[in-house]
């Protein structure tokens, strides 16, 4: 993946990987029993997709933010970042913005703004605050 990105012209400076988060087992045991099938991942296979994930970003020179092992981090209740214990709650997805969006901060705040501030465009004549004169 990062290496078609560059392809297309897309530094590696610009590309943040994600690792997968952790599975919580027992919780999607019971998910893939509801569904008429057994477990069908372990969260040791997933630490090691994490794991190649790291070498591709230290390899390829991209940031990459390590969910597998943060959520794990001082016996944190990474089960309450799962909603089945594969995929994100509310609560795992705003665990991923609070340690994404500074790598992404990082990367966009030297960036030019193009367009006003929100707050800075003209509610009434919104054109003349993008196209027009510049006052608004």
Known sequence: MVQYLKSVDIPEDRVILITP???????WEKECLV??????????????????????????????????????????DFPSYLSDGLHLSPKG???????????????????????PYWRDVAEAKPELSLLGDGDH
Request: net charge negative.
């Open 35 to 76: 569904q008429g099938c057994k477990l069908n991942r372990l969260n040791l296979v997933v630490g090691e997709y994490a794991s190649a994930c790291l070498r591709v970003a230290q390899d390829c020179g991209t940031d990459v933010l390590d969910l597998w092992s943060l959520m794990q981090k001082d016996s944190q």
């Open 21 to 27: 988060p952790p599975l919580c087992e027992t919780a």
């Open 93 to 115: 997805n705003e665990f991923v913005f609070s340690h994404l969006w500074p790598l992404i901060e990082k990367k966009v705040s030297s960036l030019p703004l193009l367009l």
